[in-house]
Structures are given as C-alpha cells and as structure tokens.
DNA sequence: TAGATTGTTAATCGATTAACAATC
DNA sequence: TAGATTGTTAATCGATTAACAATC
C-alpha cells in the first residue's frame, strides 16, 4: 500500500527545458561560461522566478551572485530528460510528415536514433530514406524486439491510428509519440505524447479571429 | 479608459475543439443527427463537464434529455475557431518540415490554403510544390500584399526565425504558426503559436526516464 | 411522470507569481 | 560590506472537477 503518488513535474515546465537548452548551446558556443536566471529568463521571454523553478526541477545548485555554469546546466537538463544517452526509435507511417520527420536534422540534439521505419504500401516497403530501411508494417514487432526499441513515432492516418497503437502496445513499446488527430487507448504504463497540429492551428486560428472583433 | 480586458479563452479549451470536429465528423458519416455530451467525453477519453464547458464557449445551446445536433455542432466549432472561411497563408522555410506541411492534406479540413511558399535557396527558387510556387524571400513582401495574406507559417533553421518573423511582421502578416524551436519577439497585437517538437518529445522523453526507475 | 441531459455556480487542484530570507 | 543572485514559502490566478438546479 505505498502511497508513490510522486508528484509528476509539470508538464509545462518540461516543455521549456529544451527552449533553455537551446539558449545555453548558443552561449557555449559564443565561449560563455556563466549565465543567471535572469538573463535566461530576457532572453526567453520569461520570468526569473519561473526559470529558477524549472532548473531546480533538474536538481541543479546555483550560486548566489554568480548564477550557475553552463556546461553544469546542460548536462543537469540534458540527463533530466534522458537526452543524454541515445533512445531508439522506429517510425511507422511514411507519408509526407513521417519522411520529414525521418529527415529532421534536429533529433541528433536530442539523442533520438530512428532506426526504420514502417508501411504498408508496397510502393514504399524496402526502399530507404536517408539510409534507414522501410520494412512492411507485419515486421514490426519483430524488428522491434530485435533491436531492442521501446520508443514508436506513429504518422498514420487517423483512421488506422488507434489499430496502429495497439500492434506497437503488442511490440512492448513503451512510448509513442502520436502525430494522429486521435485520442489513443493504451495500457496503463505506456506513454502517450500527442503532437497535434490541428490544436495548434485552432489557437492560432481562433485568435486571429477575435483579435479582427476588437 | 475601457476595461476591456475580455477573459481569452482557455487555451487547453481550444485545442480539444479540433478532436471534437473530427468525431462529430466521423458521427455524421455514419449518419448520426444527434449527440450527447457524455457520448463525446467517453469517446475521447474525457468528463462530461468538461465537453459541456467547452462547447458552451462557441455559444451553442443544446436541449435536455436529448443533447445536439451533430450539424449544428458542427457549424458551431467551425464559426468559432474561423474554419468555415478560407484562411490564406504562406509558408517560409521549404525544408523537410516545410514540403510537409505544403503537402498535408489534412488543412483542407480546416479550410488552410497555403498560396506559396518562400525561400532563400537558389536550388528551389522557382519550381512548384504540389503546383504551389516557391518565390526568393525577397519577394514575400509585395506577394503578401498582392495578394492579401495575413497568416504566414515560419519552418526556417532557428538562427533565422527571430529575422524572418520580423519581415513578415513588416510585410502585414496577423499571425505566424512557428515552427521554429525559439521565443519570437514580435510587435503587440501579432499572434504567435509555436508548435515545438523538441517540448513535445522532452516529455514524452522524460516520461519514459522516469517510468523506468519507478 | 421519471429519467436523462444540459448548463450554472461553487470547490478543488495545479501552475504561476510575489515576497523574502540565505548566501557568495 | 553591499548588492546581486539563488531558492523557498506564501499568495494569486486559472482550469478542472464537483454539486445541483433547470428542462425536455
């Protein structure tokens, strides 16, 4: 009867953290060796009540009148987000937002290796984009208990999403990262992260229209 | 001296209006008329409360004991969030993320019509996307004013994400959908929404860690 | 009518902000 | 030392959840 109600970090929080990342490698790469809270903060666009909050998230210790060591907050952040060893990852559905993601640059920042990718359309099974194989989606769970990979990009259509989840829940995959319009049910334990665009448009699409109101 | 200081609408509110479009539209291919709020929070995963407090925020009024009409619903979310006109936009930036988005298909739903698309790269300058030319940046300006665009998507390389919003800024845009991993200044009354990959896995990363240790 | 559903008003929960003591 | 910065404890704000009256 352990009560591990463990207060989960907030979410957005966590969502900052790799904004201060990318402030802290151009400061490093300009030979910048100390930075306050302060200052993340100016330049982010934020408070230094807030920044201090999320960087003792990472456990990390500053220094009164000082602030703190860029190499020491970067690898605080970078391990408290598991962006310090490599996570495996396979993609399934290869259509026009999968290949991009395939092809995004950015992920070596975050450590996140995807292996191959996944279709069902024979046109796509066994060509190759930017040297990772497409496998047929029937190999999947094969593949990924060969490579050992307990982290899933889904870029199917909706209407396949949900069946999608489930052979990769099948698979032993521990995480997916959801790029479907779709609410998915998953076993308790597995991790779902939702991006999606649609929401995101709706904020930009509603504003601007009730900004036009005013 | 007019307190206008009309409460926005709540963000998280927003983002779930899209989800609720694409099941009510799912509803009425299959000829559904009518739906209850209890119905739409089981499917999605959700409370009743909650689907009732966000679609009163379009103004809809539904009957007792029966629910809505899909339809009216329907209408309801789309009016509110400005997809029932054509919203016109252009996007900055044809990369991987870029050729993606200028090839989803999924905007016609939400009545997005990317015209063109601008970049800086003599190698793309001048051939089509899907029939969507690709114009030098230089020309964003004229074109946008030309053609009366007031919604531009940004999915440039971060080092050129704070100059490009400025230009676009300059050029009459209303509202930038930035793609960007970084905090755009912008002049007052300039709608930005950031869609951030790097946030979005950060979670699903930091989830997975600190799953594994429990 | 009885029961299901809507929609409002109040309570709770969580994130942000403010205040301030500790410290180099 | 004085001043800047950290980090904690308390107050505020906003979103979610609960309770319940209204209604077809």
Redesign the pocket.
């Known amino acids: 009867m352990s009560e591990t109600k463990e207060r989960?970090y907030?979410?957005?929080?966590i969502r900052r953290l790799p904004l201060y990342l990318s402030f802290l490698r151009k400061l490093r790469d300009e030979k910048v060796e100390v930075?306050?809270?302060?200052?993340i903060a100016e330049e982010l666009g934020?408070?230094?009540?807030?920044v201090?909050?999320d960087?003792?998230m990472t456990g990390?210790?500053?220094?009164?009148?000082?602030?703190?060591t860029i190499n020491e907050l970067v690898s605080h952040i970078e391990c408290f987000l598991g962006w310090n060893q490599t996570r495996r990852a396979f993609l399934v559905g290869v259509g026009h937002l999968g290949t991009a993601l395939l092809g995004y640059k950015g992920f070596q920042q975050e450590n996140l290796d995807i292996l191959a990718s996944f279709d069902t359309s024979p046109q796509k099974i066994g060509k190759e984009i930017l040297g990772r194989p497409i496998y047929p989606l029937s190999r999947f769970e094969e593949k990924a208990k060969e490579l050992n990979v307990q982290c899933a990009i889904l870029t199917v259509p909706a209407q396949f999403a949900q069946e999608t989840a489930d052979l990769m829940v099948k698979a032993g995959i521990q995480g997916i990262w959801n790029f479907a319009p779709v609410q998915l049910f998953v076993p308790e334990g597995i991790i779902v992260e939702n991006v999606s665009l649609s929401s995101s448009l709706a904020v930009l699409s509603q504003r601007m229209n009730s900004q036009k109101t005013v």
């Not at 930075?35 to 200052?39: A, N």
């Not at 934020?46 to 807030?50: M, S």
């Not at 990390?60 to 703190?68: A, F, N, S, T, Y």
Request: proline share 11%; glycine share 10%; charged share 20%.
């Open positions: 989960a907030p979410v957005p929080s930075v306050s809270s302060t200052r934020l408070t230094g009540i807030q201090r909050k960087l003792a990390i210790v500053g220094r009164p009148k000082i602030g703190h």
